[in-house]
């Protein structure tokens, strides 16, 4: 089972995955009936829905009317179900680009594979951030510590040496090693792994404002169902089951009962458009939080700069030499983890510099450290172990006798862009490392390494579409300040004579100050992970941030961040907590999905101000006629087909047009703002019913309800037009499908008020030619363009946006 050398042959790989099965660590996505069940079946809406469907069919009405109700109740269960099963779909298909990789020895060439397919007898290579894929013997490692607490409970670090086992669903804090896997799958100490990597359930700042705004709404609905029940009750001679049928349905038909199942077929078909653009959106709420995000924090190396480093030049005494300990502290178990400065050198090796490694042991090494900004590598060399310490110089310096002409190189080459890497060694007795409470001095320096990062051709051209949408991005890096410096006047993020700050500067400031400066100021290097949490927290006291990170040091600000951003080749442990997940490492990339996510948060602001707008105004204005009238101004039924025909064009909103305008600042609401609104359009409604009412107000029962029926329903299909932009309504057209469903909505209206059986289903009365264009240039024509004029109004003088 054991071959050590060569790892397997594929061939006999293949024949155990056979044999064995994939190594599937996670859970099998199943679709969850008992949560559908519980929140789109056994909701409060579809509850009292079927109440009224009760009381229809056993309070001696018509019995089609009892089952067009409970149609009603049926057709909103399965648009939840279709909209809940196409999420679902999407999620099993989005996991595709989650799957975890790792670096396999097979037929004695190291291959990246999906951890899928890993089986017993596999060599692995493991290292600090990663997720142990399946259960396996430690062949070789170097300071090798694993979190088992998904097994344990506890969170303490556990040290790992040779021969001792690790477990599938662990996680790798510190070190690298070599594993041999032994099982893999179900057979697992910890086979059932899938919380590991689900979906988290971290609410959107949307979801949040639309939750306080839902528990207002239905406080006022039930206080004044209750007083329209109660008034009714005493003071009409009405069917008592049928005031309480009519009184629960109008309560429920202003709250948005198919928001849930928008939302979701909204934010499903926009994260496909992200896939197309190479962003993989982990938390699908993430969607509306990437449209109120106005901070962007990230570092400049590989989102600004190449990240592909060059090694320009080296000066020290003896290059072979700094070449030689610089590859020897790179090189680990496997090289796969080389660091980005690691890549460079390994580029730059001679044959002479490859020989002399041979006769170069690693005995431990500690990766980078980015609280010291330095790696460290026990080396054994003749039998003499040697400590060799690379990294930022300014740190390097503080361990050996520091001359103040490689400070002045440090800051010259700096200047000009370079990054620079420095390099020191030291005799030790015994294995030690440098720590924040052990300082190593007296160690001998042994050069610098220069390296140049390139821009990016996009860099800039990314910083001009931030100006546009109105986010300021801001370079949270742990570089040396004159290289940040050089690289962010290139892309025009900072002028000529603006402050760099540091860490040090930073950590000086009184609060009020450190606040202050992070605001006002967009660059800032030599930092730490505690420092850029810190910076990050301090600025969401204002605004909606989003962090771009990577490791497994990014871990908290990442989980801090209103959406945190990673890369596909992040660490598992940082991919694991993100939000977002770039295929392509790219500012542009990131600001592209902000752009797309403000389309998608303010098409679902639409649906809110449609449907609310609509309700509100059937609400008031048929509350209020029932207080005058001997009968219901609309029967439970009617009601409920005005409110299906009202919303059937809102599932188009996906494909609904944004115009450029409406994206260059962050698409935030605050929920007294949208109530506002809300209810001033809502008033204008409800006018206009009243208006239809009084000029046929001498009619029959069966007449008038007819005409109220066909004013409310016109009014709400073309409210639509007006409420989907701030702007007047023809300088925003809606797109092709916005058209046809609403014609598709009329069409069904003039069908149900002008054929004779489905008339007489809904108790509508014939109403002639002249009467259905009236109220239709009226209420469609008229209403378009009076509550065109009456939202400018509201905007510009109550609220001054939305």
């Known amino acids: 089972m054991r071959k050590e050398i060569f790892g397997l042959e594929e061939e006999e790989a293949k024949e155990r995955l056979k044999k064995y099965g994939p190594n599937v660590f996670w859970k099998e996505i199943s679709f969850d009936w008992l949560r559908f069940l519980r929140e789109e079946v056994f909701n409060l809406f579809n509850i009292l829905l079927f109440f009224v469907f009760l009381i229809s069919f056993f309070g001696g009405g018509k019995k089609i009317e009892s089952f067009l109700i409970l149609l009603f109740l049926f057709i909103s269960i399965f648009v939840s179900l279709i909209s809940e099963l196409n999420f679902h779909h999407l999620s099993k298909n989005l996991r595709k680009f ?3 990789k790792v670096l396999v020895l097979r037929s004695g060439k190291k291959k990246i594979i999906d ?10 290579y493991l290292s600090k951030g990663e997720r142990i894929p399946a259960d396996g013997e430690i062949i070789n490692c170097l300071n090798f510590l694993v979190n088992e607490q998904v097994l344990t409970g506890e969170s303490k670090p556990v040290e790992k040496k040779m021969g001792d086992e690790i477990f599938g669903g662990t996680e790798v804090l510190e070190g690298e090693a070599e594993i041999l896997i032994t099982k893999t799958g179900k057979e697992m100490r910890f086979g059932k792994i899938g919380e590991l990597t689900s979906e988290t359930s971290k609410k959107s700042a949307y979801q949040k404002e639309l939750e306080k705004f839902t528990s207002h709404l239905l406080i006022l609905v039930l206080i004044f169902v209750l007083g329209l029940f109660l008034f009714h009750f005493f003071t009409k001679e009405i069917e ?4 309480l049928a009519f009184a629960l349905i109008l309560g429920i038909s202003i709250v948005p009962e198919l928001f849930p199942p928008i939302a979701v077929f909204t934010l499903t078909v926009y994260s496909k458009r992200f896939a197309k653009r190479k962003t993989i959106v982990k938390r699908i709420s993430a969607i509306e939080d990437l449209g109120v995000i ?8 590989g989102t600004i700069t190449t990240n592909e480093l060059k090694l320009e030049k080296i000066l020290a005494k003896d290059e072979n030499e700094f070449l030689k300990f610089a590859t020897s502290l790179t090189f680990g178990i496997s090289q796969k983890y080389l660091s980005d400065f690691g890549r460079a050198i390994v580029k730059e090796l001679d044959k002479k510099t490859k020989d002399g490694l041979k006769k170069i042991k690693l005995v431990n090494r500690k990766l980078f450290d980015p609280s010291l900004r330095i790696s460290q ?11 060799v310490v690379g990294g930022a110089p300014e740190f390097i310096f503080e361990y050996c006798q520091k001359e103040e002409e490689w400070l002045e190189k440090v800051e010259e080459y700096s200047k000009e862009g370079f990054r620079t890497y420095a390099l020191a060694k030291k005799e030790i007795e015994k294995e030690e490392f440098i720590t924040k409470e052990k300082k190593i001095e007296g160690m001998e320096f042994l050069g610098l390494g220069i390296f140049r990062d390139a821009l990016k051709p996009s860099a800039k051209e990314a910083l001009i579409l931030a100006e546009k949408l109105g986010v300021d991005v801001k370079v949270l890096t742990g570089d040396h300040p004159e290289v940040a410096r050089k690289v962010a006047l290139e892309i025009g993020l900072i002028e000529e004579k603006e402050k760099v700050f540091t860490e040090k500067e930073l950590l000086s400031f009184s609060e009020e100050e450190f606040e202050r400066v992070v605001e006002n100021y967009n660059l800032f290097a030599r930092l730490s992970p505690e420092t850029k949490y810190k910076i990050v927290k301090a600025l969401q006291k204002h605004h909606r941030v989003g962090y771009l990170g990577e490791g497994i040091n990014d871990l908290p600000t990442i989980k801090l961040a209103d959406v945190g951003i990673v890369v596909d080749t992040a660490q598992d442990a940082a991919k694991d907590v993100a939000d977002v997940i770039l295929l392509e490492k790219d500012l542009k990339v990131i600001l592209e999905g902000i752009a797309l996510g403000r389309q998608a948060f303010l098409n679902l602001i639409k649906f809110l101000r449609h449907t609310m707008s609509d309700n509100f105004g059937n609400f008031f204005a048929i509350g209020f006629l029932s207080f005058f009238l001997p009968f219901l101004p609309l029967t439970p039924l009617q009601i409920l087909l005005t409110d299906f025909l009202t919303d059937f064009p809102l599932f188009a909103l996906p494909t609904d047009n944004v115009l450029p305008s409406e994206i260059k600042k962050p698409a935030r609401y605050k929920t007294k703002e949208l109530f506002s609104l809300l209810v001033g359009l809502g008033v204008v409604a409800a006018v206009f019913i009243w208006i239809s009412f009084s000029i046929f107000k001498n009619h029959p029962p069966e007449f008038l309800r007819t005409i109220v029926f066909l004013t409310t329903t016109l009014t709400g299909i073309s409210v639509f037009y007006s409420i989907r932009t701030d702007d007047w309504f023809f300088k925003s057209q809606p797109s092709k499908l916005i058209h046809l469903t609403i014609l598709l909505s009329l069409f069904f209206l003039f069908s149900f008020l002008c054929f004779a059986p489905l008339r007489s289903w809904f108790n509508f009365s014939p109403l002639s030619f002249q009467i259905l264009f009236s109220l239709f240039v009226l209420d469609f024509i008229v209403f378009i363009l009076v509550n065109d004029v009456a939202k400018k ?7 001054k946006s939305f």
Do not use: N, Q, S
């Open 115 to 124: 951890a899928e397919f890993l089986v017993p007898g596999d060599l692995i």
């Open 377 to 387: 590598g026990i080396l054994e060399i003749e039998g003499k172990k040697i400590l």
């Open 294 to 301: 106005d901070v962007l924090c990230t570092d400049k190396t």
């Open 98 to 100: 989650l799957r975890k």
């Open 240 to 243: 008592k089951k049928e005031i």
């Open 793 to 799: 109004i509201i905007l510009k003088y109550f609220i």
